[in-house]
């Protein structure tokens, strides 16, 4: 059907079929007054402030839910629209605050706007006034209800964009207002503190904590940049005023569309917390003292310098971090390679994703999520494993909600009811370490039922016979005895990922952190290729970054095997072109990893460190021999923003600059590359990761010359086959997506149309191995780590944020019901979890989120550290530890107070 032929105030203007009145004016540049209307929201025609007067009509007709017709004639500032218009302010204002000069919002009230377009003064209908008092109970914002106009916004961003109905209207008439069901506090309530009902609230209704007082709006600047919690690179707005940080609000971007989670939005204030590294330190007399730059940087060259000479290159060993940019990562490898001599350089994606790499390297030859974020919405299937998307990739999850109300399946493989789990069509709840057997039970059905792609497996696979004999062996029967999944629930899973198509994947840590990692992606990998779900819209493989710039880390090549652009250290005729860029001979053999480092360490064969943005002292597994590796060093220097557990060993420590307070990249989980844009000056002395690698590098012999992070974006592009169309001036708002060859290449969203980097799609067989330490009399049920939703991480900035330790101030260990009845825990009560390696103290959590016989307990936390108990246990190709399962047993603590948890 062709458009439509309208004319609004003589302008003649075509619109598409099924527009609304308010849409065709927008898209020809007429702007129409509105309260309730919102472009992420559905219309209700609420507020009556975008009516319009249409030829031939009876009444006045609110734009917004009439639709265009051919011929329509449309006025939308007629005197009787304006009468209207002015009449319906007045009557909004009868019952709201007259507090404009005092108010917060003033300067972006949309109330207080349109008063001042159509000249209302004050209400011509004065009355009785709601007097409610401000709710201010939760940290994070202020409910004022006088000022609310009912407009709804906030009820459908909750309902439909984030899926949680925290609100609605209640009572009736006069006493109409907003709130939660049985008028309970909002943290009684299913609201995760998101803070996008505020953004949207138009007025002074809904107001973040950390604005008031802070300055109006014009007082205020705005500066766009990317979230730097986790990884699906949220676009957001910085809001400072004379060099201080005062909130932040969401920016529309194409990964988040305008939306943030809590941390994003009211998680930032560490950016002023008084505990910034402002100065350099040095070790003297057994503690840190302030110093020079000019002091700390010559130590800290004299101490790399020092093992290196004295004890050869293997001595060395550097920590890059995701937390850094781009450009910075690439820097830190080079100083490690071309300065050091040696490829001991990893970082966090070890601990996270290294087993992604590995397997999706050797299954596809490209180990990157396949698919961008907004392709969920064009999946008829989602299957969600090893994840718990709404409280680590909150706005990830809320979109994957999204979709499945909309009419997606939804399947959640996952030991724990995580949020995704109790509105799924299907939870696989099987055992912690299972996972292999589980996804080679879907197989299983797939191949028996005949329900793969048997065209794109002939014609873009290879490995199908062997794979198919080796799946043999996981019938459904046997897959549910090692699993606990039942198998008729088995069945249907299959059935529903191999018939809706397409189908997409969604993983995380709860796959990667195993000594079987490489072995769960291979079989994701696997079951993707089976279903032909590669390469096309809306499927996809689609591993979940849990930092913001893990992705870009890898690519820069802080990896100990791979140089920047996953070129292998060991073959000739990548390193040769390294070598000749560089002017440098670079080390052959592939470098330790972050574990293989500090148990070199422990063994005194690793004399010094250089530990950039990392925290491996609550990282790391199994802490108490993290810790001892670390004190063995003869020289350890600690480049971050805080003093963080691993800082306060160290003999000299490097203050740097927030994401806040420099210039860069990131690459996010979708393989898109961002700005990130400075707003703020580093407090003190600090500063940016980038001047300190150069200053570090040109103590120890190096004559780089980099103008800023933008040339050394441009080295990058010259040595990187998937960012060589990548420069600064070409991202803009939205970014770039690699690979991107050449510097008028759009970027590629999709990975894999037409064929895999390794040519055709490998399928490999992989068999069911149990976890390396398993439940036993001494250590009966199994322990199993994570993130929740309002910390992040170690905790080194979360934890310095006012509202996120506020709402949740400490670490809870989730038992069974059943388990807490039998060993007579209380929810609240204090707990000793212990295991092989060490015991902590900490309060229990009774819920059934976790099956009988599982513990859970988040990382973030030092004064209950979960990688006290951790198993060091390593998958053999990947070199990750097994941070999701290992023997433990549970007891009550001894006395009514908490302690430091300690290492055996």
């Not at 109409?176 to 002074?204: M, Q």
């Not at 802080?558 to 652009?565: D, E, F, R, S, T």
């Not at 590098?697 to 169309?725: C, D, F, I, K, N």
Request: net charge neutral.
């Amino acid at each position: 059907m062709g458009s439509l032929k309208l004319q609004i105030n003589g302008l003649q203007v075509l619109a598409r079929p099924g527009a609304t009145v308010f849409q065709a004016a927008e898209e020809a540049g007429i702007a129409i007054p509105h309260l309730c209307h919102h472009p992420l929201l559905s219309d209700i025609g609420a507020c009556r402030l975008c009516l319009v007067e249409v030829k031939n009509a009876r009444t006045l007709l609110a734009s917004c839910v009439t639709p265009v017709q051919d011929g329509m004639v449309v006025e939308t500032e007629s005197p009787r629209v304006v009468r209207a218009r002015r009449t319906v302010i007045s009557l909004l204002l009868a019952n709201h605050p007259e507090d404009c000069l005092t108010c917060q919002k003033a300067g972006e009230c949309e109330l207080q706007r349109y008063a001042y377009q159509y000249g209302v003064e004050r209400t011509t209908y004065p009355g009785e006034r709601k007097d409610y008092p401000p709710d201010d109970s939760n940290p994070f914002f202020i409910r004022d209800h006088r000022k609310c106009i009912l407009c709804g916004r906030c009820i459908r961003m909750c309902a439909e964009r984030q899926g949680r109905s925290a609100v609605d209207f209640a009572f009736r008439g006069f006493a109409t207002r907003v709130t939660t069901a049985f008028d309970v506090p909002l943290e009684e309530s299913p609201c995760l503190f998101c803070g996008n009902c505020a953004a949207v609230c138009p007025v002074g209704a809904l107001m973040p904590r950390a604005f008031v007082g802070k300055g109006r709006a014009w007082e205020q600047t705005r500066v766009r940049t990317i979230c730097p919690y986790c990884g699906v690179g949220c676009s957001l707005y910085l809001h400072v005023r004379d060099n201080r940080f005062i909130g932040a609000s969401p920016a529309p971007g194409p990964a988040n569309e305008g939306l943030l989670c809590v941390k994003g939005r009211f998680g930032l204030d560490f950016l002023s917390s008084p505990d910034r590294l402002t100065q350099p330190l040095l070790r003297k007399d057994g503690g840190l003292v302030p110093a020079s730059w000019e002091e700390a940087l010559e130590a800290a060259a004299r101490g790399l310098k020092e093992a290196r000479d004295r004890h050869g290159p293997q001595a060395v060993g550097v920590l890059s971090s995701a937390k850094c940019t781009n450009e910075e990562n690439y820097l830190i490898q080079k100083l490690a390679r071309a300065a050091l001599g040696t490829n001991n350089v990893d970082h966090c994606a070890r601990l996270c994703h290294a087993s992604t790499l590995a397997g999706l390297m050797m299954a596809f030859g490209s180990a990157a999520m396949t698919n961008p974020i907004a392709d969920i919405d064009r999946s008829q299937a989602l299957l969600v494993i090893g994840s718990n998307a709404v409280e680590a990739h909150p706005v990830i999850g809320a979109r994957i909600g999204r979709a499945h109300r909309r009419g997606a399946a939804l399947l959640v493989a996952d030991p724990r009811r995580v949020e995704l789990a109790l509105c799924a069509d299907i939870h696989l709840q099987h055992r912690p370490g299972t996972d292999v057997a589980l996804l080679n039970g879907l197989a299983h059905v797939l191949v028996e039922e005949g329900l793969y792609d048997a065209a794109f497996v002939e014609g873009r696979t290879e490995g199908f016979a062997e794979l198919a004999r080796v799946l043999e062996a996981y019938p459904p029967r046997r897959v549910e005895e090692i699993t606990g999944v039942p198998a008729e629930l088995l069945v249907r899973a299959a059935r529903v990922y191999g018939t809706r198509r397409p189908g997409a994947i969604f993983f995380a840590m709860g796959i990667t952190q195993h000594t079987t990692g490489t072995d769960n992606v291979l079989a994701i990998a696997n079951l993707a290729m089976l279903a032909g779900n590669l390469g096309c819209d809306g499927g996809g493989v689609n591993p979940l970054r849990g930092q913001n710039n893990v992705q870009g880390a890898c690519d820069a090549g802080a990896l100990p095997a791979y140089l920047p652009g996953y070129q292998r250290v060991d073959d000739p005729e990548a390193r040769g072109r390294f070598e000749r860029a560089w002017g440098v001979r670079l080390p052959a053999e592939p470098g330790l990893t972050v574990v293989e480092m500090m148990e070199a360490a422990r063994r005194g064969e690793l004399k010094a460190m250089y530990i950039v943005g990392e925290n491996p002292m609550l990282s790391d597994p199994d802490l108490g021999h993290v810790e001892e590796a670390l004190k063995r060093l003869d020289f350890l220097a600690v480049q971050d923003i805080f003093l963080t557990e691993t800082a306060k060993l160290a003999d000299v420590v490097l203050p740097a600059a927030s994401f806040a307070e420099r210039e860069g990249t990131f690459t996010s989980t979708e393989r898109r590359i961002q700005l990130l844009r400075r707003a703020l000056q580093p407090p003190g002395r600090s500063r940016p990761d980038l001047e300190i690698v150069l200053e570090l590098a040109s103590r120890l012999g190096q004559g780089w010359q980099y103008r800023g992070p933008a040339a050394v974006m441009e080295e990058m592009a010259g040595l990187m086959p998937t960012y060589g169309g990548v420069s600064h001036g070409r991202l803009g708002e939205d970014g770039l997506v690699w690979p991107c060859p050449s510097p008028d290449h759009p970027g590629t969203p999709v990975l894999h149309r037409e064929r895999f980097p390794r040519g055709r799609g490998r399928l490999i067989p992989v068999e069911y191995r149990r976890p390396a330490e398993v439940p036993d009399a001494q250590y009966p049920m199994v322990l199993t780590t994570g993130r929740i939703l309002y910390h992040y991480h170690t905790g080194s900035m979360s934890r310095r944020s006012h509202g996120l330790s506020a709402h949740r101030p400490e670490a809870r260990v989730e038992i069974h019901p059943e388990d807490a009845a039998r060993l007579k825990v209380e929810d609240g009560d204090w707990v000793e979890v212990s295991t092989r390696r060490g015991r902590v103290r900490v309060r229990a959590e009774v819920t059934d989120r976790t099956a009988r016989g599982v513990l859970f307990l988040p990382f973030h936390f030092a004064e209950a550290a979960a990688n006290l108990l951790t198993n060091p246990a390593l998958d053999p190709v990947a070199r990750i530890p097994e941070f999701k399962v290992c023997a433990a047993r549970v007891a009550r603590a001894a006395q009514a107070e908490g302690g430091e948890g300690r290492a055996r």
